[in-house]
């Protein structure tokens, strides 16, 4: 069965305290990684697309890298506006559909 | 530019009963796809629609049904509501499909009692 495990669920930080969220998968014919930040009663906004080992991705104090088992968001000297649920989801394709899977999230809180 | 609309952004049903609800995507997004979100599964995909077509479809039953129009506005309809529906649904558009930079909406958050 297709699964998506992100962690850890919640991690708090302090401003400046660089840190890793881990999402791992185990799927059969995987299509692209996403990554999602989410913010209190608004829908995800989209952050990165991965789709082979080895891609790295950066915006800002975010990276984002994938291997074949499991993606890393690494978060450098993070600001409490950094403060969300990052969401990961795995495109998978199984015969003539796509779909997508989400992890449950890692809520991060950095204080100042 | 406009972001992704969904209307309307609170709901209140019964069991049993029916709703329809609504997605407008940014303008000349062609694919809309649906999400429910709850605590305890998190998000999980519904379906996708593409030029009006339901090009991919996630694990739900047949209570759970869609449509797009012409102009990519999209609705999403459950049918015979039951308590565990209760969710925020989420639409999210992008400009060709395959769920690379999606832009969600704000969601309908719909509660049956």
């Known amino acids: 069965e297709d699964q998506v495990t992100q962690s850890p669920e919640a991690l708090r930080l302090q401003e400046g305290e660089s840190s890793s969220l881990n999402c791992s998968y185990t799927?059969?014919?995987?299509?692209?990684l996403f990554w999602y930040r989410q913010d209190p009663g608004k829908g995800p906004e989209f952050l990165f697309t991965?789709?082979?080992a080895g891609e790295e991705k950066e915006k800002e104090r975010l990276k984002a890298t994938l291997t074949k088992k499991e993606s890393f968001l690494h978060i450098t000297a993070p600001k409490p506006e950094d403060s969300a649920t990052y969401l990961c989801?795995?495109?998978?394709?199984?015969?003539?559909?796509?779909?997508?899977?989400f992890g449950t999230g890692t809520l991060l809180a950095v204080q100042p | 530019k406009a972001g992704v609309t969904q209307t309307p952004r609170y709901l209140i049903k019964t069991r049993g009963q029916q709703v329809t609800l609504s997605c407008s995507p940014i303008?000349?997004?062609?694919?809309v796809s649906w999400y429910q979100q709850t605590p305890g599964q998190g998000l999980q995909f519904l379906f996708e629609?593409?030029?009006?077509?339901?090009?991919n479809k996630g694990n739900f039953p047949g209570r759970f049904s869609g449509r797009q129009f012409s102009n990519s506005r999209s609705e999403m309809n459950v049918s015979t509501l039951e308590l565990g529906d209760s969710a925020l649904y989420l639409c999210?558009?992008?400009?060709?499909?395959?769920?690379?930079?999606?832009?969600f909406g704000p969601g309908t958050r719909l509660t049956v009692l």
């Open positions: 799927v059969s014919g995987l299509r692209g």
């Open positions: 629609y593409f030029s009006e077509t339901q090009r």
């Open positions: 991965l789709y082979s």
């Open positions: 999210a558009s992008s400009l060709e499909g395959s769920y690379n930079e999606q832009f």
């Open positions: 303008s000349g997004h062609r694919s």
């Open positions: 989801a795995v495109q998978v394709y199984g015969g003539a559909t796509n779909k997508l899977i």
